[in-house]
């Protein structure tokens, strides 16, 4: 069984920045991917930024871009989200997926096998 566990989260002010690690562990597939969704209090789990397996391809959300950066480690089977100029509209739950479908956005919240059990992250004004 995959088990992913999250760390790095905490509590920032406006500007500063925050480095999310996820570590994956038990059974290794031959290709995977990788992401990380935000959940606010009374909002839905949206997507935040995912990576294919050999992180030659990322993805980003529109509120995210050009301050956050996915990364991954496969050595480390670890995969990182450096979050700067964070905003309190940061402020979420993240969490980390793994998936291993054949064919994916890499963007959807269903395309995701396995699920860490989150971080919380708190940024404030």
């Known amino acids: 069984q995959v088990q992913l566990i999250e760390s790095g989260g905490g509590l920032v002010q406006a500007g500063g920045s925050l480095r999310l690690s996820c570590a994956a562990s038990?059974?290794?597939?031959?290709?995977?991917?990788m992401g990380w969704f935000r959940q606010a209090p009374g909002k839905e789990r949206e997507f935040v930024a995912a990576?294919?397996?050999?992180?030659?391809?990322?993805y980003y959300a529109d509120s995210v871009k050009g301050r956050f950066t996915i990364s991954r480690d496969n050595a480390k089977n670890t995969v990182y989200l450096q979050m700067n100029s964070l905003k309190p509209e940061d402020t979420a739950v993240y969490y980390c997926?793994?998936?291993?479908?054949?064919?994916?956005?890499?963007?959807?919240?269903?395309?995701?096998?396995?699920w860490g059990q989150g971080t919380q992250v708190t940024v404030s004004s």
């Open positions: 997926g793994l998936g291993v479908r054949t064919f994916a956005t890499m963007r959807g919240l269903g395309e995701y096998n396995y």
């Open positions: 990576i294919n397996r050999s992180g030659t391809t990322t």
């Open positions: 038990g059974h290794t597939f031959t290709y995977y991917y």
